[in-house]
């Protein structure tokens, strides 16, 4: 069982940054093939997937956040972060860490509590 949790959420101005971390139980990063992602939910609207990251390092992105977020890995620590630089009030949102022993398609087994991101004008 993979137990995440999430930290780094906060308020800021837009422009401003943040990071948010994900600390995993368990060893999922020696599992092969594995998917990690970073998705959100804001007040009203259905959860989307923002970032995700692969047991080979392949990367990949919502269009709209391409450019100001960054998602990455520490196999050591059994990390994960998302670096979100130039946050606007669009990125507002409950941010999720999540884990699946596969390749990324969509769905994930395992789920963080979620981190809050309020990003003022």
């Known amino acids: 069982q993979v137990q995440l949790v999430e930290s780094g959420g906060g308020s800021v101005q837009a422009g401003g940054s943040l990071r948010l971390s994900c600390a995993a139980s368990a060893d999922i990063f020696s599992t092969s093939p594995y998917c990690m992602g970073w998705l959100r939910q804001a007040p009203g609207e259905e959860r989307e997937g923002v970032a995700t990251i692969e047991s080979d390092g392949s990367t990949s992105y919502k269009e709209s956040v391409k450019g100001r977020f960054t998602i990455s890995r520490d196999n050591d620590q059994n990390t994960l972060y998302l670096q979100m630089n130039s946050l606007k009030p669009e990125d507002t949102a409950m941010y999720y860490c999540?884990?699946?022993?596969?390749?990324?398609?969509?769905?994930?087994?395992?789920w963080g509590q979620g981190t809050q991101v309020t990003v003022s004008s």
């Open positions: 999540a884990a699946d022993v596969g390749l990324c398609a969509g769905d994930y087994d395992y």
